[in-house]
């Protein structure tokens, strides 16, 4: 092989490996937007505002949470599950307790559960679209509102689908550069 024909293999295998970690580092984001926009895996969606159409049919929602381990946090839904009609908007709480002697900041991720029913699951406002900062033994009730949009009933996959679960898992997140301040023990300088 002459030394031109060296180069271009060469050439030719630099740029395959640039454009793997290229594809590899898009991989996430793609696929996280790919979920968001089907449903697929379980995501929902996230509506600016109710459901114009409200159908006779109902449904059951069912709540459960979980942490991540190590989460050392305690937290659960404040109901087990209610039923709703089709496109009603519901309320659920959930509960988390920080039981340790310092500040602690979580995210939570979700799921729904049969993934069919994600693209359909519509959330108005979630805790889940914010980082959450519990200081040392506090108990917060954190809000849910969503519905199930009408067209659900039209997808053959989805329309036999007689209860969703809605999963939560928290995450221990690093705290904000503005929370750090205040985990940390205060001294008394006059000691």
Not at 71 to 77: C, G, N
Not at 114 to 138: H, R, T
Not at 146 to 170: Q, R
Request: glycine share 6%; with cysteine; aromatic share 14%.
């Amino acid at each position: 092989m002459s030394a031109t024909q060296n180069n271009r293999t060469a050439f030719r295998l630099v740029g395959l490996v640039a454009f793997m970690l290229a594809m590899s580092a898009a991989a996430v984001p793609f696929y996280n937007w790919f979920c968001r926009v089907t449903g697929f895996g379980g995501v929902t969606s996230v509506a600016e505002q109710a459901s114009e159409r409200v159908l006779e049919r109902t449904i059951t929602i069912r709540f459960d949470a979980s942490l991540e381990r190590g989460m050392p946090w305690e937290f659960r839904p404040l109901q087990r599950e209610m039923t709703l009609k089709i496109g009603e908007t519901g309320l659920a709480f959930y509960e988390a307790y920080n039981p340790t002697d310092h500040v602690i900041a979580g995210t939570a991720s979700y799921n729904v559960a049969p993934f069919s029913a994600g693209y359909y699951f519509n959330k108005i406002d979630c805790f889940c679209f914010e980082m959450q900062v519990l200081q040392p033994g506090e108990r917060v009730e954190m809000p849910v509102s969503f519905f199930v949009d009408p067209e659900f009933v039209d997808d053959p996959e989805a329309k036999y689908v007689n209860a969703i679960t809605l999963s939560y898992t928290f995450h221990e997140t690093d705290l904000p550069p503005d929370k750090v301040s205040l985990s940390k023990p205060q001294t008394n300088p006059l000691n």
